[in-house]
Structures are given as C-alpha cells and as structure tokens.
C-alpha cells in the first residue's frame, strides 16, 4: 500500500507557474505508474498527465499539453507536476493517483489507479 500526499497549490494569476509535489510513503513507489487528475466544482474528475514508473513514458490530457510537465524522482519517491502558462480554467482540486500497473492504454481513466492523494486546491484568478 501507499499513502500519497499532495502540496504545492494555491493562487496564481492568468499566466503565472505553479509547481505541484506529491510524496510517496514506502518503498516500492518506482513500481507505481503514477498520475495527476483534476476535478473543479460540479465537473468530473479529468485527466491531466501520466508517468510511467522508469518516468520514460508520459502522456498528457489535451488541454495542459505543451503546458504541463510531469516528472518523478524515485529516490525521492515524489511526482512533480510544473504547471506553466495557467489559465481560470486550470482552477481545480489536484489530484495525484498511483496505478500498481505497468503502463497501460487506460492510463487517463481514474478507475486504473489504486491509491489517491487527498488533493490540492489550485486557483488561477483572471
């Protein structure tokens, strides 16, 4: 099992950067493919970007690619997020997700992931 634990949120104008962490307890986190969703209010929980356990594989949703960049260091055992260019509509709860799976062809589903961080608040005023 493993416990993932997000930081790194808050205010940022239109325009502005954000980097997001997410730390992983236990030892096995290079065994986790690993993930970050996103949920605003009254909208489901959305895909934002993949990381295969060796980190070379990523793949990103269609509204943060050429924007975000997601990266991990297993000695660490955290993903990063970078969040560049952020616009209002980027305003959501932040999720990371850890997947026990090799990389697969669902990794934009949240139903693939087996553990979940409690989420950070990210808000891009305009």
């Known amino acids: 099992q493993v416990q993932l634990v997000e930081s790194g949120g808050g205010l940022v104008q239109a325009g502005g950067s954000l980097r997001l962490s997410c730390a992983a307890s236990?030892?096995?986190?290079?065994?986790?493919?690993m993930g970050w969703f996103r949920q605003a209010p009254g909208k489901e929980r959305g895909f934002v970007a993949a990381i295969s356990r060796s980190g070379g594989r990523t793949s990103y949703g269609d509204s943060v690619k050429g924007r975000f960049t997601i990266s991990r260091d297993n000695a660490r055992n955290t993903v990063y997020l970078q969040m560049n260019s952020l616009k209002p509509e980027d305003t959501a709860v932040y999720y990371c997700?850890?997947?026990?799976?090799?990389?697969?062809?669902?990794?934009?589903?949240?139903?693939?992931?087996?553990?979940w961080g409690q989420g950070t608040q990210v808000t891009v005023s305009s």
């Open positions: 236990g030892r096995t986190f290079s065994s986790y493919t």
């Open positions: 997700a850890a997947d026990q799976r090799a990389w697969s062809h669902t990794y934009d589903l949240p139903a693939s992931y087996d553990y």
